[in-house]
């Protein structure tokens, strides 16, 4: 007979083991997870100007900051509220913490071209000293960053004055020691490199290398390595251009290093493949390692295969076992390990594919979504249109859709589940698909790295959302 107390110990054990699990999986980004609102920053006003529309979002490291880049050419860099984050619970709070102009138009005279200021892509590097350094890109020119704080100032100078005006060596009668004084705190942005004159085609990717020493900038055509102290030279290591530009038949839409591993690299194409390469093998990695291609099934075959096929953005996984590929229509988890089809696939507006012929006649067919993986690696979030994003549970297999909308622009107001009705009768919290508004998109997304607090770039709007514990 069994013993009574092991009975229910083993009950006790049980209960404890679900409730940590529970927990777990709430933290993990899991279905069970009801998302709130937190901050959203940026005006509220209906009418937008261009050059404020946002175009990138990254958080840092260790999610303490979060920078914004724009088409004004602007970096906002927001930094973690010191209360928000050793609060209990946590929450998700950011205060703007820099802002500075990284880009300016510019004219090509060679080739009669504009280039816009417009900020790419912003990757931050490893925090080796008490100052930030970031990478930002517009469609030609790279620019290394040093973010820094200064709260001291010098006092005391005998060559100059306060204001710094020379003083008169006449007047010089004695020798004074300089002070250190404290001030109040500034923020100093400064640009340490510019990586210029190597693409010759629109850059839409830059990735530093695990090696925190190299980087990579992949424009159509052409992916180069930079190493961070060498601004005059670089070295092409993907080269897709054909001797005739008339066969050109694909182009690089996004490139990046592995997490762990600094001689792999992966890029996608607009075919809707993925190459990795590893830079052991050759110096010039035209020939790739390895290729993920999902075979066409030919009961879909339409005229806008190719362009939904084609992927806007690839993203390996904080582990380095997987990666994400978005497409127009999909979200698909690859492993590594195998190429032959991606291990698991997300549809993440299928109520789309009837909708093709306006969306191409509007050219929303060609927008380019960017997708990212939560901390843990067991959630996937990417962008859709009327402001909705869309957040995977790879555990449970669950779906949420969710909006960035004005208003539950409160704090702690918990976010609704939007549905999308595709015809017959519309239920009450339903939107139907031709009331859709496709001016307004979620193309930028990103998940701080160990915590469940995500920032989504709406037009000229950065919202911030939490789980609500």
């Keep these: 007979m069994k013993n009574p107390s092991n009975i229910m110990r083993q009950s006790s054990l049980t209960k404890l083991g679900s409730m940590i699990n529970t927990a777990v999986n709430k933290r993990a980004g899991n ?6 609102f937190s901050q959203v920053k940026g005006t509220l006003e209906d009418d937008v100007t261009e050059a404020d529309i946002i175009s990138c979002v990254e958080f840092n490291h260790d999610g303490d900051l979060l920078a914004t880049g724009d088409k004004g050419g602007r970096v906002v860099i927001f930094q973690r509220d010191p209360i928000s984050k050793n609060s209990i619970p946590r929450r998700g709070e950011y205060n703007v913490y820099s802002t500075f102009q990284s880009h300016e138009p510019e004219f090509d005279y060679l080739k009669s071209l504009e280039i816009e200021e417009k900020i790419n892509k912003i990757r931050w590097l490893k925090r080796k000293n008490p100052a930030h350094f970031l990478l930002s890109t517009n469609d030609k020119t790279i620019k290394l960053w040093k973010v820094s704080e200064r709260d001291k100032r010098v006092e005391g100078y005998n060559t100059k004055e306060e204001n710094g005006t020379i003083r008169d060596p006449a007047c010089i009668t004695s020798l004074r020691v300089p002070t250190i004084k404290p001030m109040e705190l ?3 942005a400064s640009p340490r490199r510019i990586f210029a004159n190597a693409h010759t085609y629109h850059i839409n990717s830059i990735s530093v290398n695990s090696d925190q020493e190299t980087y990579l900038s992949a424009d159509d055509l052409r992916i180069n390595l930079w190493h961070l102290e060498i601004t005059d030279q670089s070295f092409n290591i993907v080269d897709i251009k054909p001797t005739n530009m008339e066969e050109l038949t694909e182009v690089i839409t996004a490139a990046e290093f592995h997490p762990a591993e600094c001689n792999v690299l992966v890029y996608s194409s607009s075919k ?4 990795l390469c590893d830079m052991r093998s050759a110096a010039l990695c035209d020939q790739h390692s390895k290729l993920f291609e999902e075979p066409e099934d030919p009961t879909n075959r339409s005229f806008f295969s190719e362009i939904i096929s084609s992927i806007s953005d690839v993203k390996l996984s904080n582990s380095g076992r997987y990666m994400i590929s978005r497409d127009y229509l999909s979200v698909k988890v690859w492993d590594l390990q195998m190429e032959t089809k991606p291990v698991e696939c997300y549809p993440v507006h299928e109520y789309l594919r009837s909708k093709l012929c306006s969306l191409y006649e509007n050219d929303c067919i060609f ?10 690696d067991s959630a996937i979030m990417t962008g859709s249109y009327n402001n909705f994003f869309r957040v995977f549970d790879r555990t449970t297999k669950r779906d949420l859709t969710l909006e960035a909308a004005r208003d539950i622009a409160k704090p702690k107001t918990l976010l609704k589940p939007r ?3 595709t015809g017959g009768k519309r239920k009450k919290d339903e939107i139907s698909v031709d009331c859709l508004d496709f001016n307004k998109k979620i193309l930028h997304t990103t998940w701080h790295p160990s915590e469940n607090v995500v920032a989504v770039a709406a037009t000229n709007n950065l919202f911030l959302f939490q789980d609500k514990l």
């Design 31 to 36: 279905g069970d997870i009801q998302w709130c």
């Design 186 to 188: 500034m923020v100093e």
């Design 272 to 275: 809707g493949t993925i190459r």
């Design 367 to 376: 927008d380019k979504f960017e997708c990212c993986w939560s901390g843990n």
């Design 419 to 421: 549905k999308v009705c």
